[in-house]
């Protein structure tokens, strides 16, 4: 059996978010939700464009222009869906991250994911 | 009278003009209607643009220019520069500019170039970049300007990369995995798509079969002036080798598909010849690059007897064989990467007569 494809960390984000927008995932939106994901982190909306075309090529995405539109000038936008590769690629990953994520969780404690900036490094110098 | 102060809701039209033209012609469209969506002022519109467009150049370069056609053409540019100027320092600007050139108009062009005239246009703008590269020349260093030789063997190596385009449409075009994986969606689609691969195949191997007889006729002239035995045996083969290439090039012409198929009928045929196709391409290697290992193999022998013999340094013929048998890797590599697409399509075309059957 074929390895499915691998993808990066910033891959899986992109990925994530075409995933949440379902039918609203466009170049504007899909970077907010990027932001909204890796917060407080802020990324450009080129880096997102190049890792849609990436994830495009790797037959991950697919996407189309649809009809332009008044507010943005005339101009069309160009839609993003995942292909059932990009979901199953999405889904080994984040299977992957849940699995770092219960190792990681035995060594810190549960409250980890609510300590917030009170959190303190178990190996402290 | 209203004094209200009114609110701009679009960005200033020069800025927006010198946006969108510095976006590459398929994706200007839907980047614009992005950034137009994000406009606050005018600053925060050419913020975004800055922080946006390099990211979508590099992006489209990635997808429009391999690293082996770059080389390729890198090659077949400095031999033509260098050898005509006489020295490789001279050669330097002209390269370069050609180089960024072919590498920046395939990323901003709009469409395929499949015809003769829209790669002409291509080598056109590229001419261009060269000449901007001399007036740069001219007032910096007006000692490298290239000489009338070296425009001469600059012209000759424009003429290779125009039939190497010409021969290869995919060179400098984006073709995501997506086009391979589509099916035709009618009869219609899929008989223009059978008979545009059927004349870009003719085109190629005529293409093919001319280069292989003036290659023959060409690797005629140092065998005639070679210094010894092992060099004339080896420009010998190496011309019997572009002979060799013609003969085998015109069996593979692709055959016509008959006109009145159906569907389920034409998607057969087509898909046994891309299976052809295929098993060609993936063994390029075999009947394409070893046949031309004898002749470098007795030309190298040869130098190394003469530069033996004159008390020569031996590395240029090391250099030499490096040279070609990175050329040999790179076009071995776009073969097998051209095989995989067709493998994509083959099995597309497959799924797809499974569907209508």
Redesign the interface.
């Known amino acids: 059996m074929a390895l499915p494809e691998s993808i990066g960390q910033f891959e899986h984000v992109v990925l994530a978010a075409v995933l949440a927008l379902d039918e609203a995932a ?3 939106t899909i970077h907010a939700k990027v932001e909204e994901f890796i917060a407080p982190r802020t990324v ?4 997102v ?2 890792t849609l ?2 994830l ?4 991950l995405v ?1 996407s189309w ?1 649809s009809d ?2 008044p ?3 005339g ?4 839609h993003y869906r995942l292909e059932p590769h990009g979901e199953r690629a999405l889904r080994d990953t984040t299977l992957a991250a849940k699995r770092i994520c219960d190792n990681l969780e035995r060594i810190w404690g549960e409250d980890v994911w609510t300590a917030g900036p009170r959190w303190k490094p178990v190996r402290q110098s | 009278m209203d004094r209200r102060p009114t609110v701009e809701t ?1 960005p200033p039209v020069l800025i927006e003009a010198i946006v969108r033209l510095s976006i590459p012609a398929c ?1 200007r ?10 406009y606050r002022t005018p600053g925060s519109f050419l913020l ?1 643009a800055i ?6 150049v ?3 370069v ?2 429009t220019s391999m690293i082996g056609s770059v080389l390729i053409h890198t090659f077949a540019l400095v031999v033509g520069f260098a050898a005509g100027a006489g020295n490789f320092n001279s050669a330097i600007a002209p390269v370069t500019a050609a180089v960024v050139g072919f590498v920046l108009r395939d990323a901003y062009k709009s469409t395929v170039s499949l015809t003769a005239r829209q790669v002409l246009r291509d080598h056109v703008v590229v001419a261009g970049f060269v000449a901007a590269s001399q007036i740069v020349v001219a007032l910096v260093s007006p000692d490298l300007l290239l000489s009338f030789r070296a425009l001469v063997g600059g012209t000759v190596s424009f003429g290779l990369t125009f039939f190497l385009r010409l021969q290869n449409p995919g060179i400098g075009s984006p073709q ?3 086009a391979f ?1 589509q099916a035709p969606a009618s009869l219609d689609a899929l008989v223009t798509e059978v008979r545009m691969h059927e004349r870009l195949g003719q085109r190629a191997i005529r293409i093919e079969m001319g280069a292989g007889i003036v290659v023959a006729a060409f690797f005629l002239i140092p065998s005639a002036n070679a210094t010894n035995w092992a060099v004339r045996v080896g420009w010998i083969l190496a011309s019997a080798y572009g002979l060799y290439v013609a003969a085998v090039v015109s069996r593979h012409r692709p055959r016509r598909m008959p006109d009145g198929l159906g569907f389920t009928a034409s998607l057969e045929f087509y898909r046994a010849t891309l299976e052809r196709q295929h098993r060609t391409i993936r063994t390029m290697w075999l009947w394409y690059l070893m046949p031309f290992t004898p002749a470098i193999a007795f030309i190298m022998f040869g130098g190394m007897l003469v530069a033996t013999e004159r008390g020569r340094p031996l590395w240029p013929g090391v250099v030499f064989v490096a040279v070609m048998a990175g050329i040999g890797l790179l076009v071995h590599r776009g073969s097998q990467d051209m095989a995989r697409k067709l493998r994509l399509r083959i099995d597309t075309l497959a799924s797809a007569q499974e569907q209508a059957q």
């Open positions: 466009y170049g504007v450009s909306l080129g880096a464009y190049a075309d990436r495009e090529d790797k037959g697919r222009l332009p539109t507010e943005r000038g101009r069309s936008k160009r | 679009r994706r469209e839907h980047v614009i209607g992005d950034l137009w969506e994000r975004d922080r946006t467009v390099p990211f979508i590099v992006s489209q990635r997808r995501p995995r997506q994986a």
